[in-house]
C-alpha cells in the first residue's frame, strides 16, 4: 500500500523533525545570557541573603545547569543520563519550573489539554465558517452576497483580537448571559470530568473559539473563494456543464474538489499562528491555555518550563502538517498516483 | 428532411461593442458533418457554444434562435428559450461536446470511468452493472486496448490523444444526435490528429450522427465535412456543401485561406545545391540523457534519452528543419544548438562564426566565449504571448539585448531597434507600446526583431508559427525567408508540421524518440521518403483537397512505437539500427 508506506515514511520525518526543532529551541532558549538560577544567584548575593543561594545551586546541580550545554541538551531530552539517570523528555520527565517551583508536568498538564480543545475549536470554526462562504462568494461572485462577504471578512481580519474579545464579552455577557473569562466555571476546576463539567467548559468556549478563529476564517474564506474562482475558468468546468450536470452538483464535484487542496494544506500552518496568536487572546480572556504560561516563562527565563511550551507547539504543528499531507495524498491522486507506471 | 440543429440570426455581444458573431445563419441535417471554418476570433466557437448555451458568463445573446429537432416525433424547441432544466437534459444527452484541450477539458483529479460514466449517471436510467459494460464497451470501440485500466486510471496517467480518445467516449456514450467538436485535434500531433478525425468519423457512421466540426484548417474539413461555413469576424462568409467551396470558392477570404494553407507542393522544387558544405553549426555524436528522480528513495531513478546519437550540420544562409512530433527530443536539440543545455559527454557541437573561422565548441564556453556566442546566437521563440514582458515597452524589450551586452549608445539602441521594426514590418510608432496592444503575428514580429537586434548570424526557430492562425503563418514565414536570404542568416528551424517546413528547409531531420529517422533535402525527403514514420508524417498531413483524404493505414503503420514498425526499421530499446545513406544526401535509420 503506497498510501500506508507514505504515512510511515512522513512520520519517521516528523520525528526527525522534531529532533532538529529541539536543538534550535534548546539554542535559542540558551542564547540571552545567564539562567534563571545564576540570575537568582546574583540577586541574592547582590543583597547578601546566603541561605537561598545554597537551594540554588543545588538546583544547579540538581539540573545540570553548570554542564556545558551540549551535555545540557543531551540530558534534557534524555539521550545521556544526568545526575538522576536518563531522566528527560524522552522520559516524561519534563523538568522543574524554578519561577513556580512546581514540576513543570504539574504545571502544565491541564492547560496542555485546554490549548488543544481551543485551538481544535478554532480551526474546526475556522473551516466551517470560511468553506460554505467561500464557495457562495465564489459560485455568486460580483453580486451583493459577494461584496458583503467580503466586507465581513476584512473587517474580521481587520479588528484587533483582544478588542474584539473585550467587546464580545460585555455584549455577550449582558444580552446571552454568557460567562466572562476562564474555561469553566470555578467550582468544576479540579474536578474529574463530567457531564456539567462538559456543558461549563462548551459554554465558555463560544466567545474564545469566535475570536480566535473569527480572522482565519476571514483570510481562508479569501484564499477559498480565489482558488476556487480560478478552477471556475477552466475548461473541465465547461466538460462537465456539457454534460448536463446541474451548476450546484456540478460545482460540488469538480472545481470545488480542486480548490480544496490549498484549503487542506493549510491546516499545517494554521495551528502555530492560533497558538502564538491566540497568546494575548487567552491573557485578556483569562484562558487557561499554555499561552500565557509560555508568556511569564520566557521573560523570567525559565529554561524548562519555556522550552516544553515551545516543544508542545512545535509538536502540534508538526503533527497538523503531517495531518494536511496526509489528507492531501488521500484527496489527489497526483500525489497518490505520481509514480504509477503507465 | 428537416434540419436536426438550425441556427438562425444569431447575434453575440460582450457588454456594449460591436456583436461578435453578427447575424449568423446555419444547419445541420441529421447525420452530417458540418464544418464551421474561420481563424481566431472569427466567432466560430461562440456560435457552437451558444447550441448549448455554455457561454462565458458577461456574453449576451442579442438575438437569434437555435431550433433543436424534437425527438420521437416531438415539435422542434428554440434553445434560447428553453429553460435551464430542460438544458441540462439536453446537454450530453441528445447534443455533446469535445473540446479543443484534451490536457485541461478533464478534471485531474477524478477517474477516466467516473467521469464518463457520469453522462449515464446524469441521463439514463440504467444500472451500475450495465453502466460500466456500456462505458467498457465504448472505450474498447475508441481505440484503447485495456478498457478496465483506462477505467481506473486518472487524466494525468494519459497521453494527449488518449485524453482526447476519453474524450470522445464521454461524448459518444450517451449516443447524441449532435456531436459539437471543438477544434478536436488542433493541441495534437499531426499523426495523432490524422487517427483521432478517423476515429470520430467511423463513429460518426456507426451510430448515424451529426458533427459540427469547429476548425481553422481547411486541410481537416477536406477530410471531415459534407457542408461548409466559412466565418470571418462573427459573420459568415460562405456555405455551402464541402466539394463546392473546396474545389472552387466563391469568397474572397475563402480564397485567401485556401492560399495559406502550407501544403507539400506536389511537385519537387528545385533548390540548388553548393558541392562545398560551409556549415555554421555542426552537432556530432551528441546525446542527451535526463535522470529523473524516483517516485520514493527506494524506487530506482528512471533516465530519459532524450536526444540519441544526433550528428547533423547547418549549412551557412540555408535552414535546417528538424521535425518530430511532442517528446522526439526537437527542442533538447534546439537548447543545445544554443548552448543553453549541455550535450552529454563524448559530444562535440561546433560553431564558425565565419566562413573558415576556428570553429568554438559550444561544449565548454567560457564566460567571455559565451556572451561573444550569444550575439551571434539568437531564438525566436514559440509562443508570442509569454515570451513577450507585458510590463515593458517595446522599446526597452528590442534594447534590452543590446543593453546586457554593452552594444552602442542609448540613441544608438533606438535607431537600431527603429531598423529592425521596420525589417519585420512595423512601424517606428509602435516604439512607446506595450504587447498587449499587438496582435499574435505582430508580436512574432516584435519577438523576431529583439531576435535580430545584436545582428545574430544564426537563428534557431522553435515552432515560431504553431501558436498562429494559418493566414498570418504564411506571412511570418515569408518574413523569415526574406530575412533570411537578405541578411545571410542560417536557421536551425523546429516544427511538428512538415507542411510548414516544406516551403522554408533546405535540409530536413525527422526525429522520433530522440533519434533521427530519416534526414534528407525537402525533395528527397517528401517524395521518396523511405522509413515508415516519415510516411506517416507526410500521410498524416490533412490537404485542403477533397480527392486528396489522409490514408489512416499509412499512418497507423508509422506512428506506432517503433517495435511495431516493418522489420527493416523496427527497434527496440536502446539498440537502434544505423543512419544509413540511400541517395545524395538522403539517410535513413534502417537495417541494411
Avoid at chain 1, 105 to 129: R, S
Avoid at chain 1, 174 to 181: A, T, V
Avoid at chain 2, 218 to 226: C, E, H, K
Amino acid at each position: 500500500m503506497g498510501l500506508l508506506r507514505f504515512a510511515v515514511f512522513r512520520f519517521l520525518t516528523m520525528l526527525a523533525t522534531l529532533v532538529v526543532v529541539s536543538v534550535f529551541i534548546f539554542l535559542i532558549i540558551n542564547l540571552p545570557p545567564g539562567d534563571y538560577l545564576s540570575n537568582q544567584i546574583n540577586e541574592l548575593r547582590a543583597t547578601g541573603q546566603s541561605n537561598g543561594i545554597a537551594k540554588a545551586e543545588f538546583l544547579r546541580q540538581e539540573y545540570s545547569l553548570d554542564q556545558p550545554m551540549w551535555r545540557q541538551y543531551m540530558i534534557w531530552m534524555g539521550f545521556m543520563p544526568g545526575p538522576h539517570g536518563l531522566a528527560g523528555m524522552l522520559q516524561g520527565e519534563f523538568g522543574w519550573s524554578f519561577e513556580f517551583d512546581k514540576p513543570v508536568a504539574d504545571l502544565v498538564g491541564g492547560a496542555l489539554w485546554m490549548t488543544i480543545l481551543v485551538n481544535l475549536a478554532a480551526v474546526v470554526f475556522i473551516y466551517a465558517v470560511a468553506l460554505p462562504l467561500g464557495v457562495i462568494a465564489a459560485a455568486r461572485s460580483k453580486t451583493w452576497i459577494d461584496y458583503t462577504s467580503a466586507l465581513v471578512g476584512y473587517l474580521g481580519l481587520a479588528t484587533p483580537n483582544f478588542l474584539l474579545a473585550l467587546i464580545l464579552f460585555y455584549y455577550g455577557n449582558r444580552y446571552l448571559n454568557l460567562p466572562i473569562g476562564g474555561l469553566m466555571d470555578p467550582q468544576y476546576e479540579g474536578q474529574p470530568m463530567s457531564f456539567d463539567k462538559m456543558k461549563s467548559v462548551l459554554i465558555h468556549l463560544i466567545i474564545p473559539t469566535f475570536v480566535i478563529g473569527t480572522s482565519g476564517a476571514a483570510a481562508m474564506m479569501q484564499r477559498l473563494r480565489a482558488n476556487l474562482l480560478d478552477e471556475l475558468g477552466k475548461p473541465y468546468v465547461e466538460t462537465a456543464r456539457a454534460k448536463g450536470m446541474r451548476e450546484s452538483s456540478m460545482l460540488v464535484k469538480y472545481p470545488l474538489r480542486v480548490a480544496f487542496n490549498p484549503f487542506v494544506a493549510d491546516i499545517g500552518t494554521l495551528i502555530p499562528s492560533l497558538v502564538s496568536g491566540s497568546v494575548l487572546v487567552s491573557v485578556v480572556l483569562g484562558l487557561q491555555t499554555i499561552g500565557p504560561l509560555l508568556l511569564t516563562a520566557l521573560k523570567s527565563q525559565d529554561l524548562f518550563l519555556s522550552a516544553f511550551v515551545l516543544m508542545f507547539v512545535a509538536l502540534l504543528t508538526l503533527i497538523g502538517t503531517l495531518v494536511s499531507d496526509l489528507l492531501l495524498a488521500l484527496l489527489d491522486p497526483r500525489i497518490r498516483f505520481g509514480g504509477r507506471n503507465k | 428532411m428537416t434540419a436536426l440543429l438550425k441556427v438562425e440570426n444569431l447575434t453575440i455581444g460582450f457588454g456594449g461593442a460591436e456583436p461578435v458573431v453578427d447575424d449568423v445563419s446555419f444547419a445541420v441535417e441529421p447525420g452530417e458533418t458540418l464544418a464551421l471554418v474561420g481563424e481566431s476570433g472569427s466567432g466560430k466557437t461562440l456560435s457552437c457554444r451558444a447550441a448549448l448555451r455554455i457561454l462565458p458568463a458577461a456574453a449576451q445573446l442579442r438575438s437569434g434562435k437555435v431550433l433543436l429537432a424534437g425527438s420521437n416525433g416531438d415539435p422542434e424547441q428554440d434553445l434560447m428559450a428553453t429553460s435551464e432544466r430542460q438544458m441540462c437534459k439536453i446537454r450530453g444527452e441528445r447534443v455533446s461536446m469535445i473540446f479543443q484541450e484534451p490536457m485541461r477539458s478533464l478534471s485531474p483529479l477524478h477517474r477516466i470511468g467516473n467521469q464518463v460514466t457520469e453522462v449515464l449517471r446524469l441521463h439514463k436510467a440504467m444500472g451500475r452493472a450495465e453502466q460500466l459494460k456500456r462505458v467498457l464497451a465504448m472505450f474498447d470501440r475508441v481505440g484503447f486496448k485495456d478498457p478496465e485500466r483506462i477505467y481506473e486510471s486518472y487524466p494525468f496517467e494519459l497521453s494527449g490523444g488518449m485524453r482526447q480518445r476519453a474524450m470522445i467516449a464521454m461524448a459518444m456514450v450517451g449516443r447524441p444526435e449532435l456531436l459539437i467538436a471543438d477544434e478536436p485535434t488542433t493541441a495534437l500531433d499531426v499523426t495523432t490528429q490524422a487517427q483521432v478525425l478517423g476515429l470520430i468519423k467511423d463513429l460518426q457512421k456507426e451510430y448515424g450522427m451529426a458533427v459540427v466540426l469547429v476548425t481553422h484548417d481547411l486541410g481537416v474539413v477536406a477530410n471531415m465535412a459534407d457542408s461548409v461555413v466559412v466565418m470571418n469576424r462573427g459573420r459568415v462568409m460562405e456555405s455551402g456543401p464541402a466539394p463546392l467551396i473546396l474545389s472552387d470558392p466563391q469568397h474572397g477570404y475563402t480564397r485567401d485561406l485556401m492560399a495559406a494553407a502550407p501544403e507539400i507542393p506536389a511537385t519537387p522544387m528545385d533548390k540548388s545545391k553548393d558541392s562545398e558544405r560551409d556549415l555554421i553549426l555542426e552537432m556530432k555524436e551528441v546525446s542527451k540523457t535526463f535522470v529523473l528522480k524516483g517516485s520514493s528513495a527506494w524506487k530506482p531513478k528512471t533516465v530519459v534519452h532524450a536526444v540519441r546519437g544526433i550528428e547533423f550540420g547547418v549549412e551557412r544562409g540555408k535552414t535546417l528543419a528538424v521535425v518530430g512530433e511532442s517528446g522526439s527530443g526537437k527542442t533538447t536539440c534546439a537548447r543545445m544548438a544554443l548552448g543553453a543545455e549541455r550535450a552529454d559527454p563524448g559530444a562535440s557541437i561546433l560553431f564558425r562564426a565565419e566562413t573558415g573561422a576556428d570553429p568554438i565548441n559550444l561544449q565548454d564556453l567560457g564566460r567571455a566565449e559565451r556572451l561573444a556566442f550569444q550575439r551571434k546566437a539568437q531564438m525566436v521563440f514559440q509562443d508570442p504571448y509569454s515570451t513577450l514582458n507585458p510590463r515593458m515597452r517595446v522599446k526597452d524589450a528590442l534594447c534590452e539585448p543590446m543593453e546586457i551586452h554593452g552594444v552602442g549608445s542609448a540613441s544608438d539602441r533606438v535607431d537600431r531597434a527603429i531598423e529592425m521594426l521596420r525589417w519585420v514590418g512595423l512601424s517606428e510608432n509602435m516604439l512607446t507600446r506595450y504587447p498587449h496592444a499587438f496582435s499574435g503575428g505582430q508580436r512574432q514580429r516584435l519577438s523576431i526583431a529583439r531576435a535580430l537586434m545584436l545582428g545574430p548570424t544564426f537563428l534557431v526557430c522553435d515552432e515560431p508559427t504553431s501558436a498562429l492562425d494559418v493566414s498570418v503563418q504564411e506571412q511570418v514565414l515569408q518574413l523569415l525567408e526574406e530575412i533570411r536570404d537578405r541578411l545571410k542568416l542560417s536557421y536551425l528551424f523546429i516544427s511538428h508540421d512538415l507542411a510548414v517546413v516544406a516551403r522554408i528547409a533546405d535540409e530536413v531531420a525527422v526525429m522520433r524518440s530522440g533519434l533521427v529517422v530519416e534526414q534528407g533535402p525537402p525533395d528527397q525527403l517528401f517524395y521518396n521518403p523511405q522509413h515508415p514514420y516519415t510516411k506517416a508524417l507526410i500521410a498524416a498531413q490533412p490537404e485542403p483537397d477533397i480527392n486528396r483524404p489522409i490514408n489512416l493505414k499509412i499512418v497507423a503503420q508509422g506512428a506506432g512505437e517503433p517495435s511495431s514498425w516493418p522489420e527493416a526499421f523496427r527497434f527496440d530499446g536502446l539498440a537502434v539500427p544505423p543512419l544509413t545513406q540511400t541517395g545524395p544526401g538522403h539517410k535513413v535509420r534502417c537495417h541494411v
